[in-house]
């Protein structure tokens, strides 16, 4: 199973960055430090999550790959 750390602009409802990792200590080694290094910024949501695949995360996790944000786009057109 992969880690992926992602950090997310909640105003914004963009993914920022996705970073797999295979071990996931080392996956909440890089969330701490990414949490450390944004701790002023509370518009950023940083998060480790697992699953098979980037692919699987798509389905599970949609509102982090803008999913959401463009059906509703879709739904006001």
């Given at each position: 199973?992969?880690?992926?750390?992602?950090?997310?602009d909640?105003?914004?409802?963009?993914?920022?960055?996705?970073t797999?990792?295979?071990?996931?200590?080392?996956?909440?080694?890089?969330?701490?430090?990414?949490?450390?290094?944004?701790?002023?910024?509370?518009?950023?949501e940083?998060?480790?999550?697992?699953?098979?695949?980037?692919?699987?995360?798509?389905?599970?996790?949609?509102?982090?790959?803008?999913?959401?944000?463009?059906?509703?786009?879709?739904?006001?057109?």
């Open positions: 199973m992969t880690h992926f750390l992602m950090v997310y909640r105003p914004r409802g963009e993914l920022v960055s996705i797999p990792f295979e071990d996931s200590q080392e996956a909440l080694r890089a969330r701490f430090a990414e949490e450390l290094s944004h701790r002023q910024d509370t518009d950023l940083i998060v480790v999550l697992a699953g098979e695949s980037e692919e699987q995360l798509r389905v599970t996790h949609g509102r982090y790959f803008g999913q959401v944000r463009d059906l509703l786009v879709r739904m006001q057109s």
